[in-house]
């Protein structure tokens, strides 16, 4: 069985042999990124799949967030290249939720939570991003959270 990280390296190989700059790139990076978080911390470990899909979440946000300031600096060829990367990236996450998937499960999780006023959001928050489990941003958990409670 492969692993997350080995189907990296084996996309990455054959971008290089297909000579694609971008994907070769952008995978390089991200296995670079795998690669520090495995050696992070008092000792040397190999990352879980899970972990490795932590590490793709970060560096595609790092990318959103950086064309966003590309663009609003007026820098419109390196936001692209940003873009084009978290694209890229983005092919290896698993498909985000919907809004309408994304309300419906956070409806399900507040359902049987006494969850009322701002001391609630912890809670909630937590049941939430357990429904969720990873397949929306934190921030999209969040403000459906909000929305819910009327906050």
Do not use: C, W
């Amino acid at each position: 069985m492969t692993t997350f990280k080995d189907r990296l390296e084996s996309d990455l190989h054959t971008a290089m042999k297909a000579r694609d700059e971008l994907v070769t790139s952008t995978l390089r990076m991200a296995i670079a990124a795998v690669r520090t978080e495995e050696v992070s911390g008092k000792a040397a470990r190999a990352l879980t799949d899970d972990e490795v899909l932590t590490v793709l979440k970060r560096e595609t946000k790092k990318r959103r967030e950086a064309a966003t300031a590309f663009a609003d600096a007026g820098r419109a060829e390196q936001a692209e290249r940003e873009r084009a990367e978290e694209n890229i990236l983005t092919a290896y996450l698993p498909v985000q939720l919907s809004d309408d998937e994304l309300a419906a499960l956070v409806t399900t999780a507040l359902t049987g939570l006494d969850v009322t006023g701002k001391s609630a959001i912890g809670p909630a928050m937590k049941a939430a991003n357990a429904a969720v489990a990873g397949r929306a941003e934190g921030g999209r958990v969040a403000a459906e959270v909000r929305r819910q409670l009327s906050i």
